[in-house]
């Protein structure tokens, strides 16, 4: 898939699965339960142990989702990520090598950013979208108030994103959001409890469909 296709894809809807896992046990279950809700976009980050080995068993398990390898601070976890089938990377922070790394290979890159400088340097460096972290602190309203003086910049806010609130970011304007507990719980990734994790990814679709009708 070409980086206009995984952009327009992730850009219509408009919520990226975070997965941070103790181990790879059952992350493609998760995966599978979070399509089953309605979501097929996934950022899995290297937090996890051995993830770069479970993105190459995810992405060939799994070739119609759209996985992204996040929490990327160097260019060689990069380029890693991207030959084992990462068709997007994330950084927790402005890294330019990252996106220079992934400008190169032609691979959307979110850059990790916060205040209005961290912002455009990342946007200027050539970060596709800009990811406003942590979001939970300043909520949508920060969102709002940095988008009136830099319209033409994409903003993906991750960390404090949830159902009820998923509305509220994208009507400030964020181009798209990064859901991590609030969609993907630790204890129901860890029981399996995939009932509850379709549950979970059924109320954002919902809360998105709301703001898009």
């Not at 400088?117 to 949508?140: L, M, Q, R, S, Y």
């Amino acid at each position: 898939m070409k980086k206009e296709a995984v952009l327009s894809k992730l850009h219509a809807e408009k919520v990226v699965g975070i997965i941070r896992a103790d181990s790879a046990d059952g992350l493609a279950d998760c995966a599978k339960a979070l399509a089953a809700g309605g979501l097929t976009s996934i950022e899995l980050t290297m937090t996890t142990p051995g993830a770069i080995k479970v993105m190459e068993q995810v992405t060939s398990a799994l070739p119609d989702f759209i996985f992204g390898l996040g929490t990327v601070l160097d260019a060689e976890t990069a380029r890693a990520g991207i030959l084992a089938g990462a068709k997007f990377i994330v950084t927790p922070a402005l890294r330019p090598e990252v996106i220079t790394l992934c400008r190169r290979y032609s691979v959307p890159v979110f850059a990790g950013a916060l205040t209005p400088t961290e912002i455009v340097n990342a946007w200027e460096a050539g970060a596709d979208a800009v990811k406003i972290f942590p979001a939970e602190f300043f909520g949508p309203a920060y969102i709002k108030s940095i988008k009136g003086p830099l319209p033409h910049i994409d903003f993906v806010p991750t960390g404090g994103v949830t159902p009820e609130t998923v509305g509220d970011f994208l009507k400030a304007g964020a181009w798209a959001t990064g859901a991590g507990s609030a969609l993907v719980d630790a204890k129901a990734l860890k029981a399996k409890d995939w009932a509850t994790i379709t549950a979970r990814a059924q109320a954002f679709v919902k809360a998105v469909a709301a703001v898009k009708g």
